[in-house]
C-alpha cells in the first residue's frame, strides 16, 4: 500500500525550530517528487515547497522562503521540512504529499499523509 | 485569501445531487491548467478525487465527476450519502504566481 506518514509535529515559540519527518511506504521517494502542504486553522490548503526525484530543483513558497527547507534521504525512504525563525502564522497542519505526474507543482497531489500539527506559540 | 474560490458550504438530502464551484482566473484554470480534487474526512488524510479535470482514480465511484469551463471548474457528487459529509477541495497552477494554488475548501453537509 503506498502511504505516507509524517511526524515531528508539537509546540513550538516563536522564533524556533521543528524538523518535520515524512516516511513513505510502497514507494520509493528517490523516484518521485514529493510536496509539503499545509493548512491553518480555518484556512485552506497551502502549498509550501517541492523537491524533484533528483533532489535539484527544489521550490519554496514566497511565504516561507529563507526560513524553510525541504530535503529528502532516499536510505530512508524519507522527506523533511527544516522550520526556522516560526512564527505564529505558521500554526498549520503539514502534510507531505507525492507529485505523480511529475510535471511539478502543475499536477495533482497524492497520496497525502495523515499531517502533523505544528503550534507556534509562547 | 485563496486563489481560487469555492463555497464555503453546500448541504443536500440523502441521494440528492449537489455541486461545488471552483472559480479561478486567466493565469489558472483559464489559462488551461488542469484542476484536481480532494476530499478531506474527518481525522483522514485528503483524498485525490478527480485529477485532470475529469478524471477519477481507481476506487473512487462514478457518483463524483468533474467538469470546468472558462476559468471555473465544478465537482458534482450524485445520490449524496452520509459517508460524503467532509471538507472539497478544489486545486490548479497559477502561472503569474508559478505555484500550485487551492481553494478554500467547502464544506459538505448531508441533511
Known amino acids: 500500500e503506498v502511504q505516507l506518514v509524517e511526524s515531528g509535529g508539537g509546540l513550538v515559540q516563536p522564533g524556533g525550530s521543528l524538523r518535520l519527518s515524512c516516511a513513505a511506504s510502497?514507494?520509493?521517494?528517490?523516484?518521485?517528487?514529493m510536496n509539503w502542504i499545509r493548512q491553518a486553522p480555518g484556512k485552506g490548503l497551502e502549498w509550501i515547497s517541492f523537491?524533484?526525484?533528483?533532489?535539484?530543483?527544489?521550490y519554496l513558497a514566497d511565504s516561507v522562503k529563507g526560513r524553510f527547507t525541504i530535503s529528502r534521504d532516499n536510505a530512508q525512504n524519507s522527506v523533511y521540512l527544516q522550520m526556522n525563525s516560526l512564527r505564529a502564522d505558521d500554526t498549520a497542519v503539514y502534510y507531505c504529499?507525492?507529485?505523480?505526474?511529475?510535471?511539478?507543482?502543475?499536477?495533482?497531489?497524492?497520496?497525502w499523509g495523515q499531517g502533523a500539527l505544528v503550534t507556534v506559540s509562547s | 485569501q485563496s486563489v481560487l474560490t469555492q463555497p464555503p458550504s453546500v448541504s443536500g438530502a440523502p441521494g440528492q445531487r449537489v455541486t461545488i464551484s471552483c472559480s479561478g482566473s486567466?493565469?489558472?484554470?483559464?489559462?488551461?491548467?488542469?484542476v484536481h480534487w480532494y476530499q478531506h474526512l474527518p481525522g483522514t488524510a485528503p483524498k485525490l478525487l478527480i485529477y485532470?479535470?475529469?478524471n477519477r482514480p481507481s476506487g473512487v465511484p462514478d457518483r463524483f465527476s468533474g467538469s470546468n469551463s472558462g476559468t471555473s471548474a465544478s465537482l458534482a457528487i450524485a445520490g449524496l450519502q452520509a459517508e460524503d459529509e467532509g471538507d472539497y477541495h478544489c486545486?490548479?497552477?497559477?502561472?503569474?504566481?508559478?505555484?500550485?494554488?487551492f481553494g478554500g475548501g467547502t464544506k459538505l453537509t448531508v441533511l
Open positions: 523537491i524533484s526525484s533528483t533532489g535539484t530543483t527544489i
Open positions: 504529499a507525492r507529485s505523480p505526474a511529475r510535471v511539478g507543482t502543475r499536477g495533482w497531489f497524492d497520496p
Open positions: 510502497g514507494f520509493s521517494v528517490s523516484s518521485n517528487e
Open positions: 486567466s493565469s489558472n484554470i483559464g489559462a488551461g491548467y488542469d
Open positions: 485532470n479535470n475529469i
Open positions: 486545486q490548479s497552477y497559477d502561472s503569474s504566481l508559478t505555484l500550485a494554488v
